[in-house]
């Protein structure tokens, strides 16, 4: 008995660790400029790629939902959110995040967009670390390509109902 007590607990042990090492590496290669949005595209396929891999690994439920972009119905490329399913069975509403920020057409987003970027992936991060208790707490848990950061969308819109 005790020598079941002790595979069990070394299991568990080596599946925590290998999940905080998927983090690291994770937040390592975002931060890499391969990594962070110019335009292209490239950068949110990889995010969503790793992104996936680490959700697999965690065994998330997820699936990917494409849309249309605004004012191109017909181009081949799409908005892509990954929808990581809540287990709650009395929540409400959707948990949205910003995997990767999508830079808009100014120049200010070359000054700005990195530090952008970290600042937005310090709350994915922080959410990822917390995914068990969100998905018990919410619908869904959205993960999308903004221009702007859930969070700062918040913060302004909380800002002009004031």
């Known amino acids: 008995m005790r020598a079941i007590c002790c595979l069990i607990l070394c299991l568990l042990c080596s599946a925590c660790a290998r999940r905080n090492s ?6 390592q290669l975002f ?31 997820f699936r990917e939902v494409q849309h249309a972009k605004p004012g191109a119905a017909n181009d081949k ?10 287990s709650g069975e009395n929540a409400h509403a959707d948990y949205p995040l910003t995997l990767a920020l999508v830079p808009d ?3 200010s987003w070359r000054a700005t967009g990195h530090l952008r970027q970290q600042q937005c992936d310090i709350r994915l991060f922080t959410a ?16 999308t390509m ?5 969070a700062e969308r918040l913060t302004a819109r909380l800002g002009g109902a004031k």
């Open 31 to 61: 931060a890499k400029p391969e990594y962070l949005a110019n335009g292209d595209g490239w950068a949110e396929a990889r995010r969503r790629s790793l992104l996936k891999a680490y959700l697999r690994s965690v065994a998330a439920p």
């Open 22 to 27: 998927d983090m690291a590496r994770l937040q």
């Open 105 to 107: 057409q100014a120049d």
């Open 146 to 150: 903004d221009q702007l950061c859930h």
């Open 128 to 143: 990822l670390e917390r995914l068990p208790a969100l998905r018990r707490q919410y619908k869904n848990i959205l993960l």
């Open 77 to 86: 490329y799409k908005r892509v959110t990954i929808v990581v399913s809540g």
